[in-house]
């Protein structure tokens, strides 16, 4: 099953959200920063946590707290504390990166999807590659 309920997470709630307050900006309810900058220190705090477990650990997937831990939550905590003061930038960088994990996590469904019919026929790249060559 690997990561679908945070892929299906980012897809319905994460993008949709981050889309919201990129495209109406200057027309938010207050409160809204309030989350914004909550939401940037829990994430500065878990992804700080998993970046260092990972980086212990050597994993390939360390880039994924990474990017979480040194671009998302910084930015969610700027436009958080600057409010309706921020520029216009920022909410530009923020819909790059709802458009960003809307279109990984759907790539990464995408990808399990086959990893998963690969696994139920029986066949591997390896197999199927095989079969291919003896075809001639």
């Known amino acids: 099953m690997g ?3 945070i892929n299906i997470f980012h897809i319905l709630v ?21 989350v914004l900058s909550g939401l940037g220190i829990i994430l500065l705090v878990y992804h700080g946590y998993k970046t260092f477990i990972k980086w ?3 994993s390939p997937s360390l880039w994924v707290n990474a990017i979480h831990l040194f671009a998302v939550a910084p930015l969610l905590i700027f436009i958080g504390s600057k ?11 923020l819909a790059l990166f ?37 075809s001639d």
């Not at 994460?14 to 309030?34: D, H, N």
């Not at 409010?83 to 960088?93: C, H, L, N, Q, S």
């Open 3 to 5: 990561h679908l309920p």
């Open 14 to 34: 994460v993008a949709p959200f981050l889309l919201y307050v990129a495209i109406v900006r200057g027309q938010l309810m207050p409160w809204i920063f309030s």
């Open 56 to 58: 212990k650990a050597n």
């Open 83 to 93: 409010g309706y003061d921020t520029p216009r930038w920022a909410f530009e960088i």
């Open 98 to 134: 709802a458009f960003s994990a809307l279109g990984y996590h759907i790539y990464a469904i995408v990808m399990q999807a086959q990893e998963m019919q690969l696994h139920v026929t029986g066949k591997d790249k390896k197999s199927s590659s095989e079969s291919e060559s003896h």
